[in-house]
Antibody, heavy 128, light 107 residues
């Protein structure tokens, strides 16, 4: 059974930092791309960013709203994905979801590049 | 960035009704579009990918169509468990974007 479990959420002051983790099981973590998606209270979904796999040099992509402040990394030996959030703003308050992205080889990706599995989310509140 | 515009933003329908949600992209995205269902307090669930491919385990009353800039999600016969929010997502180019969502209420 595929499982993704986020942790590390909490209350942080504006300008502060927080690191989220996503522990996974039930699949070979090193193979697929991995993504973070967030949802502000009462709002829609917003993609945060992606970490590609080793075959694609672990390169990353980010949403414009978080570029330069957030860093995504992965540790294949620990089957875990991370989101380092710096210079946090009140508008970063959201539930942060970890999602399993597609399996991509030579530019061809599975599942139409969609996100098949999601974690339950971790709440991050940025407030003074 | 590619903008996705969903309509309607809210709909209320009766059990057994045929329901259609549309998603319009600000530029062509081929068939790189997915649909998700989200219930309150839960993570999104993948329904459709590649615009029209039904995800394994999803009831056949759900279907998707479209390509380029115009897409739709149809529920052929609305069931009580179909309440919730529905989101389209484009995965054609970065940044990946979602539509604003459609909240479906079952009368």
């Amino acid at each position: 059974e595929v499982q993704l479990v986020e942790s590390g959420g909490g209350l942080v002051q504006p300008g502060g930092s927080l690191r989220l983790s996503c522990a996974t099981s039930g699949f070979t973590f090193s193979d697929p791309y991995m993504d973070w998606v967030r949802q502000a209270p009462g709002k829609g979904l917003e993609w945060v960013g992606r970490a590609r796999n080793r075959a694609n040099s672990y390169t990353t992509e980010y949403a414009t709203s978080v570029k330069g402040r957030f860093t995504i990394s992965r540790d294949d030996s620990r089957n875990s994905l991370y989101l380092q959030m710096n210079s946090l703003k009140t508008e970063d308050t959201a539930v942060y979801y970890c999602a399993r992205g597609p399996y991509c080889t030579n530019g061809v990706c599975s599942q139409g590049r969609s996100f098949e599995f999601w974690g339950r989310g971790a709440l991050v509140t940025v407030s003074s | 960035d590619i903008q996705l515009t969903q309509s309607p933003s809210f709909l209320s329908a009766s059990i057994g009704d045929r329901v259609t949600i549309t998603c319009r992209a600000s530029q062509g995205i081929s068939s790189f579009l997915a649909w998700y269902q989200q219930k309150p307090g839960k993570a999104p669930k993948l329904l459709i990918y590649s615009a029209s491919t039904l995800q394994s385990g999803v009831p056949s009353r759900f279907s998707g169509s479209g390509s380029g800039t115009e897409f739709s999600l149809t529920i052929s016969r609305l069931q009580p468990e179909d309440f919730g929010a529905y989101y389209c997502q484009q995965v054609n180019s970065y940044p990946i974007t979602f539509g604003g969502g459609t909240k479906v209420e079952v009368k």
